[in-house]
């Protein structure tokens, strides 16, 4: 029933920064872990960070960490990922997604309702 649209992607320069959104339908938003994962072109679909339903707690994909930050905003059912530093090695598309558990945070299958996806290219 959830449905995820993700914005905020773009072409950016390495070293630059880009702010991806996603924006939950339903009121039930706060009861999901969210996440963010990439994929590239003939590459697998990559976790990149993920937060806890009460946004307490993160975790981050160790090339991302320190440049990365997820959050988010329950009252307005919206997730965020703010991209610092970026470098060309980050050109994806970045989905946002939805989870119930925590310990499998990073597995794919671990998540069950997905955006579109957001592509986001950095030039070197």
């Known amino acids: 029933q959830v449905q995820l649209v993700e914005s905020g992607g773009g072409l950016v320069q390495a070293g630059g920064s880009l702010r991806l959104s996603c924006a939950a339908s339903?009121?039930?938003?706060?009861?999901?872990?969210m996440g963010w994962f990439r994929q590239a072109p003939g590459k697998e679909r990559e976790f990149v960070a993920a937060?806890?339903?009460?946004?307490?707690?993160?975790d981050y994909l160790d090339s991302v960490k320190g440049r990365f930050t997820i959050s988010r905003e329950n009252a307005k059912n919206m997730l965020y990922l703010q991209m610092d530093s970026l470098k060309p090695e980050d050109t994806a598309v970045y989905y946002c997604?939805?989870?119930?558990?925590?310990?499998?945070?990073?597995?794919?299958?671990?998540?069950?309702?997905w955006g579109q996806g957001t592509q986001v290219t950095v030039s070197s």
């Open positions: 339903g009121r039930t938003f706060s009861s999901y872990n």
């Open positions: 997604a939805t989870s119930t558990t925590w310990i499998s945070r990073r597995a794919r299958g671990a998540y069950v309702y």
């Open positions: 937060i806890t339903w009460s946004g307490e707690i993160t």
